[in-house]
């Protein structure tokens, strides 16, 4: 199956989108400084019959290869596919398989991926074993379960998951909270801050947009766990389709933990902000004292005006 899928992706790839002309090199604030770097998107939902939305992954990985500094890890946080289905993951990974010059990409899940619907009538079990197939057919970092975990260069990338359909809410297993707290617990022993990643945001931290898509019954048990130890978290979501707000919302500090929130890099930001338009995404950029998150419009290829410093 997996050399079956590797094919059809290929193949799709050819047909499904045709590179623009040449994009022009974008460097991050301070070369000589920067010490790490990672870029995060989210909710492209890839559709079989939508040419936009293949093209804003065509255009968007080539303009993440065309950065000055390669980032070190992109990440997906979920809602990659509309519906789960396999000719649409297809064409995601051949995209990525033909234009993705980034080494590390870690794939994280959205309701979209796993929830049945009128589209793709299968169930949990046969759509987690889809979503984890194309990772490791086309993917350096191989995963056994919806929850999974990277260390680059030191910096802990911690990725969650749903262990079972709960619609457009997350429910989180004893079993991957209990993995959790690991993971958590050895990258406080790094001393350097840790990043994760999750489709559903905590209830209560942007309540203001669409509060029934937020993380459910295990909400509070989450953050007590990213509250437990020192170091600094920065927790990245999507699921809302919020945009960017020009008075901040959308990011949220409490306690060692910075929630952000992607916006919808491939349907529109109807839930939220000021900013609306598709394509965007977080530039992540590490600094000796300070992170730096710049959103990007990776499909149009132009900084838009929003930047967020954070003491580290």
């Known amino acids: 199956m997996s050399l079956f899928y590797k094919i059809f992706a290929i193949f799709l790839s050819l047909f499904i ?40 992954y065509g255009e968007g990985f080539r303009d993440m290869a065309s950065a000055e500094v390669i980032s070190r ?13 396999i000719s649409e993951t297809a064409m995601l990974y051949g995209l990525m398989d033909k234009y993705n ?3 590390n990409v870690l794939m994280a899940v959205g309701n979209h991926e796993i929830s049945g619907n009128d589209y793709n009538k299968t169930e ?3 759509l987690k074993n889809r979503f984890i197939t194309f990772n490791n057919t086309f993917l350096d970092h191989k995963i056994e379960n919806l929850w999974h975990s990277q260390v680059i260069d030191g910096y802990h990338f911690i990725i969650l998951g749903s262990d079972r359909d709960d619609g457009i809410q997350q429910y989180l297993s004893p079993e991957q909270l ?83 929130n992607v916006p919808s890099f491939g349907s529109e930001n109807t839930n939220g902000g ?37 003491d580290i």
């Open 73 to 85: 890890a992109l990440v997906m946080v979920g809602d990659n596919t509309m519906n789960g289905q």
């Open 17 to 56: 989108y045709f590179p623009s002309g040449q994009i022009a090199s974008y460097a991050p604030l301070d070369k000589d400084n920067l010490k790490f770097n990672f870029t995060v998107i989210s909710d492209g939902h890839m559709e079989g019959n939508d040419s936009q939305k293949h093209k804003n």
């Open 178 to 260: 209990e993995w959790l707290d690991a993971e958590l617990k050895s990258a406080a022993e790094s001393g350097k801050p840790a990043f994760v990643f999750s489709h559903w945001p905590l209830n209560h931290v942007f309540s203001g947009v669409w509060y029934d898509g937020h993380v459910g019954e295990q909400s509070e048990e989450l953050r007590e766990l990213l509250k437990k130890y020192d170091n600094r978290i920065f927790f990245f979501t999507g699921h809302l389709h919020m945009g960017i707000f020009d008075s901040g919302y959308g990011i949220k500090k409490e306690g060692n933990i910075t929630y952000l």
């Open 101 to 103: 010059k980034i080494d």
């Open 124 to 126: 949990y079990a046969r």
């Open 274 to 310: 000021e900013t609306q338009n598709t394509g965007m995404g977080f530039q992540v950029e590490v600094y000796e004292n300070e992170l730096v998150v710049r959103v990007r419009n990776f499909v149009s290829h132009e900084w838009t005006k929003y930047e967020y410093h954070f």
